[in-house]
């Protein structure tokens, strides 16, 4: 009777044991389970953020940073064609201009914030012909005399000087962005750099048409 007890008592024990056990592992199967789930998911985002704050190099930031001051001074000189123009023509190129190249700008300068890079400051509200001359650097950039020029400029004498002058700084910006797609890193702004050679290559041969020079 006694031995029966006994082997009783050790076959509960055991079953609770087991269970005890199976619940244990279940557990720890389940939080270790949720845990390595996100620690991988934690370190592919990581990895991830990296990749992307790694997929640009000092020629991208170059790039953005000395175009953005090119396509703001291109802006400000189709700005001026409207009320001095005399041809539609150049007025429809001015258009087109500052249509293609503002949202530019202020995708550059969306690259630039999102890299921890400074957004270069417009400067040429602030003191006229300031922006140019510290701009001037850059190839195609005018001077602040030669905007002064363009400026007081009218008529037919407004158109040919905004063709010659627009003419010189599309090349300018051409050059710029021959040298970021040689170096750059960074697909989208070398397929900005793609676009702009593409769009202002066809525009050159516009205004050299409408020049008469070709």
Same mark, same amino acid.
């Given at each position: 009777?006694?031995?029966?007890?006994?082997?009783?008592?050790?076959?509960?024990l055991?079953?609770?044991?087991?269970a005890?056990?199976?619940?244990?592992?279940?557990?720890?199967?389940?939080?270790g389970?949720?845990?390595?789930?996100?620690?991988?998911?934690?370190?592919?985002?990581s990895?991830?953020?990296?990749?992307?704050?790694?997929?640009?190099?000092?020629?991208d930031?170059?790039?953005?940073?000395?175009m953005?001051?090119?396509?703001r001074?291109?802006?400000?000189?189709?700005?001026l064609?409207?009320?001095?123009a005399?041809?539609p023509?150049?007025?429809?190129?001015?258009?087109?201009i500052?249509?293609?190249?503002?949202?530019?700008?202020?995708?550059?300068s +969306?690259?630039?914030?999102?890299?921890?890079?400074?957004?270069?400051?417009?400067?040429?509200?602030?003191?006229?012909?300031m922006?140019?001359d510290?701009s001037?650097?850059?190839?195609?950039?005018?001077?602040?005399?030669?905007?002064?020029?363009?400026?007081?400029?009218?008529?037919? +004498?407004?158109?040919?000087?905004?063709?010659?002058?627009?003419?010189?700084?599309?090349?300018?910006?051409?050059?710029?962005a021959?040298?970021?797609?040689?170096?750059?890193?960074?697909?989208?702004?070398?397929?900005?750099?793609?676009?702009?050679?593409?769009?202002?290559?066809a525009?050159?041969e516009?205004?050299?048409?409408?020049l +008469?020079?070709?």
């Open positions: 009777m006694t031995a029966h007890r006994r082997l009783i008592r050790r076959t509960a055991a079953v609770t044991a087991g005890a056990a199976f619940a244990l592992a279940a557990c720890g199967s389940d939080n389970g949720h845990d390595t789930g996100s620690m991988n998911s934690g370190s592919s985002l990895a991830t953020a990296s990749a992307k704050a790694g997929a640009h190099n000092d020629q930031v170059s790039f953005s940073t000395e953005i001051q090119h396509h001074q291109a802006v400000a000189m189709a700005d064609a409207a009320s001095r005399s041809s023509e150049v007025k429809d190129l001015a258009t087109e500052k249509g293609a190249q503002a949202p530019e700008i202020k995708t550059m +969306g690259w630039l914030a999102s890299w921890g890079e400074e957004v270069p400051e417009d400067m040429s509200s602030a003191m006229p012909g922006d140019h510290m001037s650097s850059m190839p195609g950039m005018m001077s602040s005399e030669d905007m002064a020029k363009l400026e007081k400029a009218s008529g037919t +004498g407004f158109d040919k000087m905004f063709l010659e002058m627009m003419v010189e700084h599309h090349e300018g910006a051409i050059t710029m021959k040298a970021e797609k040689a170096d750059g890193k960074q697909s989208p702004a070398v397929k900005l750099a793609d676009d702009v050679i593409t769009a202002q290559t525009e050159i516009q205004m050299n048409k409408m +008469g020079k070709s």
